[in-house]
């Protein structure tokens, strides 16, 4: 930028001092051609002034010489009028000037017409071509012009010697008139007396003083010779003659011919001196412009060297300047290119060499260095905030991890608590209770677990075998708030390994519980689940409101490269579940997508690979226990799914579920004794048989109202058949009934006998589904209609007390 502002300057330069040498040569040129045909009309029109009025007084005398002068007159006048149609360029002045002067001498034609028929006066013909004669000194005026401050004062002293010669003229024309005439009137007098003191003035006053002294000299020498002094001779005599009123009108012959003889000689020794003096001032003209030109070039050829001395040191500077500022910028790049990874090493917990993995900027004193030492600056502060935010965030995920594992061994407690007392009553509203207290301490125990996964932790729950996929998922249903909108559907038997089941539950309930509560109630949220060509495929679709398609895709980029959570940064964000699922999916490798759906709600895809698949896990029946699924109780929250003997103790540990037992089969429940029971079961210890309700909810049960929770029932028992109009009692629940007699326990009243137990073929889910239907209905009309008058006491249903003294 630099070099080429200085080449701008220097062509603006050079172009203003060539423009005005140009304007200033042209001018000249035009002056110089056009003052020669002006200069020839001037003393034409002069003299044929002059002997107009001797024709118009003695037409016989001057007729000849008349026309010879007018004949030199057309000559001077045609080449005036020729200027403009030449192709001349001349400036605008110059040109409207002669373009004037020329329409002027158009008229020069009718005055002498009125000269050769006699219709003018001596005193109008001479009004005439003086007029004529003042146009040529206005032109001469302009001509010389130039621009040239020394030249305009050396031009001043030609225009006043045309005058003083105009002056001259006139006296000349008047006198060679009453020479004639051999008369001279008082007015003619008066004019000659102003025309003489002109004279004197311009060339005392204003020509002499202002020539140089040797022009003066040459001037004064003329002015001093004998013609000059017998013209002065002339001058006095009829300035004379008219201040004492000497012979009126009269005008003698011989002062006519000394006038003529001085004046001649007068006017060719001034016209010579005006010749020469015009000569010295086109020398004078020359020198200027050719001293424009020199300091043109000169000027113009020194800035073109000082900018290439100043583009060289530019150039040079600059090599040096970039060569600097690049290292600087690579040094810069590198700071940036390992900033961040030594960032991430050090939010990973690495110890990390600052001064070994990012060297300080070598710099120098000046602004560069001050740059580098900023740099410098800029690094250690970035990593000074660096080590205090992390130490920061480890210790606030620390902190947040103690306090979720704190909480987590109150739930623990709490879900034990509750399985007690699930053992301990049996009256179907305490159990619904306890089992709504269940079912959201399930979830309480999720979110906290959220906290732990957002603190950089990992859920502690964990299964030493395989589980099957239908438990995975119902588990996770489980967890979700309004689970009985949820229908799950599973193609084939398909297990998880281990050590995904855990993550797997956590991701699928973050995953459901989004859809439901995306979705208006009471529309369903479909879970279907297959093997696929790469693994295992879940799906999970709502009927909700979807989202845009900027915000699937910023959901997808979220699941497929989820960033550093700073929880204290992003404590306002809603989408911590998703956060959640896309760690949890990125530490498995599990891929989820979501899209929208095609009934206006969204999809979610979650593809678990095949390393997470188990094909053939089949387990004792011993290790399992019931799960939950809408189609038996919806008021029950589902069962927590993971083999029974395979549970870890601790308080985080997922609770187990059935792995594939039959719908109405009693199974025994051997699981640890430090953990709780089943959620959703009754339970009252070692030996407690629990029944599996049905696994899909069946097309005659709709979303609705919830019925009331019936009391577990013992195998082999069907549900009562109401007469019409009546109202049957629930079938009670035999204790041990499906458990063999190594197992039983003898202090138990009521003991059912070994034909008593199942024997043949399993139910079918559909058989289950619509037994455990029937109990439903028949427990929640128990519970809405009161003993009637009609009903014997058989037939009684047991209700509610409301107080201790009802019965």
């Known amino acids: 930028m630099p070099i080429v502002t200085l080449v701008a300057l220097w062509a603006v330069s050079s172009a203003q001092l060539y423009t005005d040498w140009r304007r200033q040569q042209d001018r000249n040129d035009v002056s110089t ?139 000349d024309a008047l006198l060679t008139r009453a020479s004639v005439t051999g008369k001279l009137s008082g007015a003619d007098r008066g004019q000659l007396a102003a025309w003489i003191g002109a004279q004197r003035f311009i060339y005392d006053d204003k020509v002499v003083p202002l020539l140089s002294d040797d022009e003066a000299r040459q001037f004064r020498t003329l002015m001093a010779g004998a013609a000059w002094k017998e013209k002065t001779a002339v001058d006095q005599a009829v300035l004379a003659d008219a201040a004492t009123g000497g ?71 600059t090599r040096v300047l970039r060569r600097r500022i690049s290292a600087l910028r690579t040094a810069a790049l590198d700071l940036q290119t390992r900033l961040p990874d030594v960032v991430a090493r050090m939010r990973r917990g690495e110890a990390v060499d600052h001064d070994a993995e990012l060297p300080a900027i070598q710099h120098s004193g000046d602004e560069l260095g001050q740059l580098g030492e900023a740099l410098n600056l800029a690094r250690h502060t970035a990593l000074d905030t660096t080590v205090e935010q992390v130490g920061q965030l480890h210790g606030f995920e620390k902190l947040l991890q103690r306090i979720a594992r704190r909480t987590q061994l109150l739930i623990g407690l709490q879900m034990k608590k509750l399985s007690e007392l699930e053992r301990k009553h049996e009256d179907p509203e305490v159990l619904e209770d306890l089992f709504d207290l269940d079912h959201l301490t399930a979830r309480l125990r999720r979110y906290e677990e959220n906290l732990v996964i957002l603190g950089g932790g990992q859920p502690q729950r964990r299964w030493r075998k395989p589980v099957l996929l239908l438990d995975v998922l119902r588990s996770a249903q489980s967890e979700v708030q309004d689970y009985r909108r949820i229908q799950i559907e599973v193609q084939g038997r398909v297990w998880l390994s281990e050590r995904a089941v855990g993550l797997v539950i956590h991701v699928l309930a973050e995953l459901m519980e989004n859809a439901v509560g995306f979705s208006r109630p009471p529309t369903p949220v479909e879970v279907y689940a297959a093997r696929v060509g790469r693994g295992l495929a879940v799906e999970i679709e709502d009927r909700g409101v979807g989202m845009a398609a900027e915000q699937y ?26 956060y959640v699922v896309a760690r949890l999916a990125q530490g498995l490798g599990i891929h989820v997508e979501l899209r929208p759906s095609a009934f206006g709600g969204t999809r979610v895809v979650v593809l678990i690979p095949d390393d997470l698949v188990v094909v053939d896990a089949s387990g004792p029946a011993e290790e399992v226990v019931a799960s939950w699924s809408p189609g038996s109780d919806p008021d029950a929250p589902a069962a927590q799914a993971g083999p029974g003997t395979a549970h870890d103790p601790d308080p985080d540990t997922h609770r187990p579920v059935l792995d594939d037992v039959p719908t109405g089969q009693a199974v025994p429940w051997d699981g640890p004794r430090t953990g709780p029971p089943p959620s959703g079961a009754p339970g009252t210890g070692e030996g407690r048989e629990v029944v599996r309700p049905p696994r899909r909810r069946l097309p005659s049960q709709p979303f609705g109202p919830p019925p009331a929770h019936p009391a577990p029932h013992a195998v082999g028992a069907q549900p009562p058949t109401a007469a019409p109009g009546t109202v049957q009692p629930l079938p009670k629940r035999v204790r041990q009934a499906s458990l063999v007699d190594e197992l039983r326990d003898p202090g138990v009243a009521t003991r059912a006998r070994p034909d008593e137990r199942e024997s043949g073929p399993r139910p079918t889910p559909a058989r289950s589904g619509a037994t455990v239907g029937a109990f439903q209905r028949q427990s929640r009309m128990s519970r809405r209609t009161s003993p009637t008058a009609d009903r014997g006491p058989s037939d009684a249903l047991p209700t509610r007390r409301s107080s201790p003294t009802e019965d």
Do not use: C
């Not at 050719?290 to 050829?301: C, E, G, K, P």
């Not at 895709?553 to 998703?578: F, I, K, Q, T, Y």
């Open 553 to 578: 895709e910023a959901v997808n980029r979220l699941m497929a490269d989820p960033p550093r959570m700073d929880v204290m940064s992003r404590a306002d964000d809603v989408r911590l579940g998703l």
């Open 33 to 171: 051609r056009a003052a020669r045909p002006v200069l020839g009309a001037f003393f034409a029109l002069q003299e044929e002034r002059r002997l107009s009025e001797a024709a118009l007084a003695d037409p016989a005398g001057y007729q000849s010489q008349l026309r010879a002068q007018r004949a030199r007159t057309d000559a001077t006048v045609r080449a005036v009028e020729a200027l403009p149609d030449s192709g001349w360029s001349a400036p605008a002045d110059i040109r409207g000037d002669i373009v004037d002067l020329g329409r002027a001498l158009r008229d020069l034609a009718d005055y002498r017409a009125a000269v050769d028929e006699r219709t003018a006066s001596p005193q109008q013909t001479f009004d005439r071509y003086t007029a004529l004669v003042s146009r040529h000194l206005k032109v001469f005026n302009t001509l010389s012009t130039v621009g040239l401050p020394g030249i305009d004062h050396l031009v001043r002293p030609v225009i006043d010697e045309d005058w003083g010669l105009e002056m001259i003229s006139r006296q």
């Open 247 to 317: 012979a009126a009108d009269r005008f003698s012959q011989r002062l006519g011919r000394e006038w003529r003889d001085s004046v001649q000689q007068v006017t060719a020794g001034l016209q010579q001196r005006n010749a020469a003096y015009a000569k010295t001032l086109t020398l004078a003209t020359d020198q200027q412009l050719r001293a424009m030109r020199t300091r043109l070039i000169a000027t113009s050829v020194g800035n073109a060297v000082a900018v290439l001395v100043v583009a060289l040191i530019t150039v040079l500077f």
